[in-house]
């Protein structure tokens, strides 16, 4: 690995570390995602507990601090595996955050940001895969979840050099998610209302 990609990486991980819904929550004077809704600092509980321009934002610079560096990576021309790792790295600082305890998001819209570089027949199936699962559930979880399983798949396809960087990726969120998991076993999951 080139002393570029370890650069990248590093930055990378501080770039997702930035939690954009605590930022975006405390300049609208909204409560702590943290501490309110689910306690995810992410776009979706941004919206539940009332922010819906603040959801966008958030979701719109979580998205960026996946792609941009991945993008960037492409650019330079590195590895599949180092551009692999720097994908991971924006999803592992937007989930364990250095300047927040540690405590962040499950990493979605970060992780379909890191696609987007990849190529759009990825990205927006890995889309596509979401919002029919959303639209047939209402529960954000369980799309993510289904979308995790299923995008090595469609990577393999399109891109197989890419395709076991991504799955760590796919497992990162699967991981963040296994409260959730648990929650629809049990039929105690909230669907998302837009009321």
């Not at 770039?15 to 306690?39: H, Q, W």
């Not at 991971?88 to 937007?94: N, P, T, V």
């Amino acid at each position: 690995m080139t002393f570029t990609a370890y650069l990248m990486i590093f930055g990378t991980y501080l770039l997702g570390s930035v939690s954009s819904a605590i930022i975006f929550c405390r300049l609208a004077g909204l409560p702590d995602p943290r501490e309110n809704g689910s306690k995810n600092p992410g776009a979706t509980n941004v919206l539940r507990i009332g922010g819906r321009l603040s959801a966008l934002g958030v979701l719109l610079f979580d998205v960026l601090k996946g792609m941009l560096p991945v993008a960037i990576a492409f650019r330079l021309g590195l590895e599949p595996s180092e551009i692999g790792f720097i994908a991971l790295a924006a999803c592992l600082g937007h989930v364990f955050p250095i300047f927040f305890h540690f405590r962040g998001g499950k990493g979605v819209a970060t992780a379909l940001g890191a696609l987007i570089p990849f190529g759009m027949e990825i990205s927006e199936l890995a889309l596509a895969t979401w919002l029919i699962t959303f639209l047939i559930s209402r529960y954000s979880s369980l799309s993510a979840v289904i979308t995790a399983l299923i995008l090595p798949t469609f990577v393999w396809w399109y891109k197989p050099e890419f395709t076991f960087p991504v799955a760590l990726v796919c497992c990162l969120l699967i991981y963040r998610h296994h409260d959730n998991i648990q929650r629809l076993w049990r039929g105690q999951e909230d669907k998302m209302s837009f009321k």
